[in-house]
């Protein structure tokens, strides 16, 4: 069974900082391409940024320059450092994996986590 829990998210005044987590298990994870996500109220859901198995990034234009996605394969686990938060980077992040392809398209992705929370206040 494939579960993937995200952890990291919390309240932040913008101009901060925070960093995401998603633990992954039941899947062959250095194979797979995985993704971050965000949901706010009343809008769908957008790829926040990817990382392929090959270790090669996408960030969608908005977070751009302050955002980083990474992994550690050894660790099963993805992560997303946030720089320079703003309140327009508030909703529910949530932890995604698709394989064998890596597209920026959500519908692609199969494995979802339950999502954090994060809240930019200005």
């Known amino acids: 069974q494939v579960q993937l829990v995200e952890s990291g998210g919390g309240s932040v005044q913008a101009g901060g900082s925070l960093r995401l987590s998603c633990l992954a298990s039941g899947l062959t994870y250095s194979s797979y391409c995985m993704g971050w996500f965000r949901q706010a109220p009343g809008k769908e859901r957008e790829a926040v940024a990817t990382i392929d198995s090959d270790g090669s990034t996408r960030y969608a234009d908005s977070v751009k320059g302050r955002f980083t996605i990474s992994k550690d394969n050894a660790k099963r686990s993805l992560y997303l450092q946030m720089n320079s938060l703003q309140a327009e980077d508030t909703g529910m992040y949530y932890c995604?994996?698709?394989?064998?392809?890596?597209?920026?398209?959500?519908?692609?992705?199969?494995?979802w986590g339950q999502g954090t929370q994060v809240t930019v206040s200005s």
């Open positions: 995604a994996a698709q394989t064998p392809r890596c597209s920026f398209d959500r519908r692609d992705f199969y494995y």
